[in-house]
């Protein structure tokens, strides 16, 4: 029996178009002054700055070297955590000052509120920040949506395509990998997720389904309900 829904973002929850044509361009646009003002001010930004100029061999007294870094990895869609810390501390003046609103599908937030009421255990993993997952939902388009989550994983327990992130994960839950499912749109991801005994549900929401008998594959959140009464 499903006991705890465990579920990706963007392409899931979210619309990837947002995430790639809104939060991005937001971040790149905005990352320069931002490095400037506050890696002399504030404890993390300094520390993730420290991190990138190790992992990019770039001298850390060099500043606008570090922002060029840090503009690549933002063009490259780059799942360095670090980038991931910053993003979600620009994103967070984003959602304050009201320049945009956290995408999510209606159907996803009709069925998170269902689903927490029901008594089922939400957590969300995502390769953003777990800052950034906090600020998608509760700066929503569909309201404020943290309280039906019970928590968050990032990349801090390990990349979203690797066997043992999901391990970590299932640890820190305490509960058997059947009872939990996880909702994605990336297939590596259900397919490592399934490698240590989850059960998924491939979340298509765009384009043709594919032919598969491997795992459940949805439209949206209204099917993975069906899915869950059979269950």
Request: overall charge negative.
């Amino acid at each position: 029996m499903i006991r705890v829904i465990l579920t990706d973002i963007e392409g899931t929850t979210s619309s990837i178009s947002f995430v790639h044509e809104v939060l991005f361009p937001y971040a790149r646009e905005h990352m320069a002054e931002f490095v400037r003002d506050w890696q002399h001010e504030d404890l993390v930004v300094a520390e993730q700055m420290d991190v990138v100029a190790e992992k990019s061999g770039c001298d850390r007294s060099d500043t606008e070297g570090l922002i060029r870094v840090l503009e690549d990895w933002i063009d490259e869609d780059r799942k360095e955590t670090a980038l991931k810390t910053l993003q979600g501390m620009l994103w967070e003046q984003g959602y304050q000052h009201g320049a945009f609103d956290g995408h999510v599908y209606p159907d996803a937030a009709e069925y998170l509120r269902f689903w927490h009421d029901r008594g089922l255990r939400l957590y969300v993993y995502s390769s953003g920040s777990v800052k950034a997952q906090k600020l998608i939902f509760g700066f929503s388009s569909e309201g404020d949506l943290t309280p039906f989550f019970s928590g968050y994983f990032d990349t801090n327990v390990g990349g979203k395509k690797d066997a043992a992130s999901y391990r970590n994960i299932l640890d820190e839950l305490g509960v058997e990998p059947r009872t939990v499912l996880f909702l994605s749109d990336v297939e590596a991801e259900l397919s490592a997720a399934e490698s240590v005994g989850m059960r998924t549900c491939w979340l298509v929401r765009e384009g043709d389904l594919p032919e598969t008998d491997k795992r459940p594959v949805a439209r949206d959140f209204r099917e993975v309900d069906a899915l869950l009464q059979r269950h």
